[in-house]
Structures are given as C-alpha cells and as structure tokens.
C-alpha cells in the first residue's frame, strides 16, 4: 500500500532532465485481474489462462485500461494532487505477465508556461523482466502563478532536490 | 452471407473506414461516473492520490471536489457483459454485429493486442456525470508481418461527451489482429 503526499511539486521547481522517482509493480495475477474488472474490461486474455494460452500468449496479461492507469498513478504521485492530466500517449510491447516485476522510470522532457498553469511534459518507460511493456509521453498541467493556490505557504526545503514539498511521509510499495 | 465471402477480405475491410463503430448511435454509460467504481479502480491500482475519495482534500485542489481517475474514461462507457460465452464470442461483451473486427475473426485473424493508445483529457470527471462515447474506425493497415504473426493495424478514435454534450475527453486507439502462430512468443 503506498502512502499519497498531500502536497504537490511546484511547477517553478521542475526542470527538464529531472528524474521521477520510479515505481515498482510486483505483477501477479491478482493484480492483473483487479484492474481488468475494476476498468470493466472482460475481455478473457486478461483472466483467462487457457483462453490467453489458445491466443499465442503464456500467460494472462495487463490490460491497456490498467497500464494508462498506473501510468497515471505513477506521475501523479510524484506531481501532487494539484497535478491534472491533459494527455496519456502510450505505445505497448512486451506484455506485462504474472512473476514480472514493473518498474516506471520517467524523465522530465519539456516545461512551458502557460497563463496560469505549468505545464510538464514527461517521457516514461515501465520495463518488464522480458522488455519494455510500456513507453511513452504524459502531459500535465499544475499551478504556477502564486503559492497561496497551492494551500499555505510552503518553505521549500533546498536539500529535498526535486523540490517536493513534503510534509507528510511518502512511500511508494508494491 | 455466401455472396459476401466471396468478396476479397480488403474490400470488405474498406466499408467500414470512416464509419462509426459498435451499432447505432453512440454508447450510453450504464451508470453516471461514481464513488463505487471510483473505489474499485483506486484499491485495483493502489492509487492514493486524495482527489479521488477524499472530499476535503479534494477541495483543496484546482478540481474543487472528488474527480474519477482520468484514466478510467474508457471504463465509464464499457458495454455491460454477458459473460457466459465471453470466450467462445473472442472476448466480445454482447452478440457481436458485423465488423471490421469480426471480418477479421472470420479470416481467421482472431487475436488482438493492443499496441498504442493516445488519451487526451479536457476535464476530469465528477460523480453524476453522464458518458456517452462515438467511436470512428480511422484506418486499416495492408497485411503486415510482425514478431507476433501476421495481421493489420486496426486504429479508430473515441470522443467521450458529457451530459451537455461537451467534449470530456478522447481516445485513439491501435490493435494489431493478427493470427498466433504456435511458437512464437508473446
């Protein structure tokens, strides 16, 4: 169970190069299977070992839903919950099979102004044991004008790096 | 349906590019967006960030209270299962019409892997609103050969609307359908 900041990263603070802290997901089947039914999507490859099998695959697999899911997940909790998505454009490869281990790494590509808003444009990668399961780009938006829109005013702490401003205890677990 | 099998397989894939997908008209959520699927997507994913089921937190943010997860958009419009026979009818939630896709299960392409998927979103969904998606079939590629076998990229674009009928979101979407071939691997 991961523990969520309440607080999110200034948009002033975000440089291109800057690394997102990766996130680990043990894969099993009960991990598959939850996100194939919790985005509705029946489909049998996502479930279903024999029908997977009978399809060319060795294993049940994650479905696209799921992957655009914790792809979410994965930038959001590292931007805060001020942080709103405006795009999720993703290619998939190997498929993401129980026994892997699914590991998101990103990179921050390209900030830009905007009024108002911040925005942060991401380039990530989610590797499996055979490959990569996932790469692509998300877009976000976070609010850049004046802290007093972020909650109060935050003393950012210069040795944090990344310029999180915590101030509740962050872990991220399988 | 003997006239019809008689025609090449790219003829009868050509009919359907640049035509809506899924029947008539567009296709209604089953349920306005809301808190209990909310909950299952969050506790399937882990996600903790509070937007999603912490109202107080919520209104702390630019959303001004609880949102869905921008990722379920596809989630709110999913046809409703019948899931006895789901795996005899290749995954399909209800009786399948004819399609570009049941074309190609009939040629004997019946297995599909997504491989790209662009989401954009103009706002997050609150509870209580109302999804409806139009889904256009946008191309169709020639045969190709590719390490999973050989089959055609099939791409099609969803526009998801809300209760006004405002644009919420989008989806482009890429499957290859293709035949498996025993000994290749996934």
Partial sequence: MSTHTQQSLEWTSIRVGDEIPP???????????????????????????????KQGAPDIFMNILTTNGYVARFVTDWAGPHAQLKSISIRLGAPAMPGFLLRFTAVVQRTERQGDLGLVDIA??????????????????????????????HQRDETIGLGLIVDVPRTVGG | MSDEHSVPLRERLEEFIGKPMGGDGPSVGPDPVNLPMIRHWVDALDDRNPIYLDDAAARRTPFGGLVAPPAMLQSWTMGRPTVQGIAERGGAPGTPGRSALSELDAAGYTATRATNSELEFERYLHPGDEITSTTMLESISDEKRTALGTGYFVTWMSTYVDQQGEVVGRQRFRVLKFRAEAGVPA
């Fill in chain 1, 124 to 153: 990530l990668r989610g590797a499996t044991d055979i490959g990569d399961h996932v790469t692509g780009n998300v877009v976000l938006l976070l609010p850049a004008s004046d802290r007093t829109r972020l909650g109060k005013a």
């Fill in chain 1, 23 to 53: 996130l680990d997901v043990p894969l099993t089947a009960s991990v598959i299977v939850a996100g194939a039914i919790a985005s509705r999507d029946f489909m049998p490859v996502h479930h279903d070992l024999a029908y997977a099998n």
